[in-house]
């Protein structure tokens, strides 16, 4: 049973560039949350996605868009990149069908550790 | 507004031995559900355990069990028999469950370490 990959594992990139991540959620789950760590702080929420539609966002500016596509994986998108942006950018996948015990719990990946110099 | 607090130090344990890390939360929803997840260095999130608000029993997963006191609103953290695999940074986290919100509000974390 795949778990949630996400790609790249670590990119480097310049002020006012833009990046794209890649997040692919485990098998069975169609719900994608994407969430900024900064360095020695807790995971920030930044939007959800469900059906292919943007369901919830956090309080990030318009430069942090997404997508999900028919099989579910989703992209972050960040446009005009600030040195604010270096974090960890984790992936989460979920589903309420998961009922574990629990509904919709969400499974995280290992994350792309972005650098903006 | 929710609100996770973690505000327990960095956290040393010996090996073999109980550790219990502290988590309070604040939030005027009646129904929620409260994480706990591990992050190594690597960084992966690593889900451990959880707990709904409207659980009659504490949840326990193996070595790990949540000391839930809803009229406190604190959900603490209980890793029986600790083992150096567990030296790793713990976030406490909360869900609403209101509608179609499922987003995660994560704590600071804490720091523990596993001495041999």
């Known amino acids: 049973d795949a778990g949630v990959t996400q790609s790249p594992t670590h990119l480097i990139k310049t002020r006012g560039q833009q990046v794209t991540l890649r997040c692919s959620p485990k098998s069975g789950h169609d719900t994608v949350s994407w969430y900024q760590q900064a360095l020695g702080q807790g995971p920030q929420f930044i939007f959800q996605y469900y059906e292919e539609e943007e369901r919830q966002r956090g309080n990030f500016p318009d430069r942090f868009s997404g997508h999900q596509f028919p099989n579910y994986s989703s992209e972050l998108n960040v446009n005009a990149l600030l040195l604010g942006d270096s974090a960890l950018y984790l992936c989460?996948?979920?589903?309420?069908?998961?009922?574990?015990?629990?509904?919709?719990?969400?499974?995280f990946g290992p994350g792309t550790r972005l650098t903006v110099l | 507004a929710q609100k996770i607090t973690q505000t327990q130090p960095g956290m040393f344990v010996q090996e073999k031995e109980a550790v219990t890390l502290d988590c309070t939360y604040d939030?005027?929803?009646?129904?929620?559900?409260l994480f706990w997840y591990k992050q190594p260095s690597s960084g992966e999130m690593i889900f451990l355990i959880y707990q709904g608000s409207y659980d009659q029993q504490n949840a326990t997963e193996g070595r790990y069990s949540l000391n839930f006191q809803k009229a406190r609103k604190s959900a603490n953290l209980v890793i029986s028999a600790s083992q150096l695999g567990d030296s790793a940074m713990y976030f406490c986290?909360?869900?609403?469950?209101?509608?179609?919100?499922?987003?995660?509000?994560f704590g600071k974390g804490i720091t523990l370490s596993v001495r041999p």
């Open positions: 989460a996948s979920s589903s309420p069908r998961d009922y574990r015990g629990s509904t919709d719990t969400q499974y």
């Open positions: 939030t005027s929803d009646p129904s929620y559900g």
């Open positions: 986290a909360m869900r609403e469950t209101t509608g179609a919100n499922s987003k995660l509000t």
